[in-house]
């Protein structure tokens, strides 16, 4: 059965450091692995995806993940957090998602 | 582009009382889902249909109904609603073809009292 597991249910970082959120899955086949994020009040917004190919994928607004089927992992990495970054993350495996991870950025 | 459209935005119903939470696409999707999200257990799917005509269960079916109304509409329905269906209801619908990237509405916040 398809599961998602993100371990961290609150994550605090500073301003201008680095970020990385985890993702752990359990999926039978070749898995299409999602992230999302939710700000306050709002909807989910698709952040990146990876089908195949380069286990390394860009998204939007500067974060970036990879893909290690060794670990089944699909971790979220962003170089410098933003106080705008402040939201909550969910990761995907086709439709079935994590508890999500919420993150505050301190100034 | 409206993409995926929800509504009401908000509800307060009394325990035992009906209603039926609209969602409507226009990318002409033929998947669409009903996910509810509670604090710390992220978005737990309610129904699915695959296709227009057809409603799947997801993980927590119980005290809902789901119609699929057309290729643009899918509904959801509380028969008789229960403190417990308090939460924030979001629809969702897929682009056809193998790769399954979803779009959100902007979710329905309900409160059963």
């Known amino acids: 059965a398809q599961s998602v597991t993100q371990p961290d249910i609150h994550i605090t970082v500073s301003e201008g450091a680095s970020l990385e959120l985890r993702c752990n899955y359990s999926?039978?086949?070749?898995?299409?692995l999602f992230w999302y994020v939710q700000s306050p009040g709002q909807g989910l917004q698709l952040l990146l995806k990876?089908?195949?190919?380069?286990?390394l994928v860009q998204g939007i607004k500067g974060f970036e993940a990879e893909f290690k089927r060794s670990q089944s992992s699909f971790n979220l990495r962003k170089p410098s957090v933003h106080w705008s970054d402040a939201a909550e993350y969910f990761c995907?495996?086709?439709?079935?998602f994590g508890a999500g991870t919420r993150l505050t950025v301190k100034p | 582009n409206a993409g995926v459209t929800q509504t009401p935005k908000f509800q307060v119903l009394k325990t035992g009382q009906s209603m039926t939470l609209q969602c409507a696409q226009d990318?002409?999707?033929?998947?669409m889902y009903w996910y509810r999200q509670d604090p710390g257990m992220g978005l737990r799917l309610i129904y699915y249909?695959?296709?227009?005509?057809?409603?799947d269960k997801g993980e927590v079916p119980n005290g809902y109904n789901v119609s699929r109304l057309n290729k643009r509409e899918f509904s959801l329905r509380l028969e008789s609603a229960a403190p417990s269906q308090t939460s924030v209801y979001f629809c969702?619908?897929?682009?056809?073809?193998?790769?399954?990237?979803?779009?959100f509405g902007q979710g329905t916040r309900l409160t059963v009292v």
């Open positions: 969702a619908s897929r682009k056809p073809g193998g790769r399954p990237e979803a779009f």
């Open positions: 999926y039978g086949a070749t898995p299409y």
């Open positions: 990876y089908f195949s190919g380069d286990t």
């Open positions: 995907a495996v086709y439709m079935r």
């Open positions: 990318m002409n999707h033929n998947s």
């Open positions: 249909s695959a296709s227009e005509g057809t409603t």
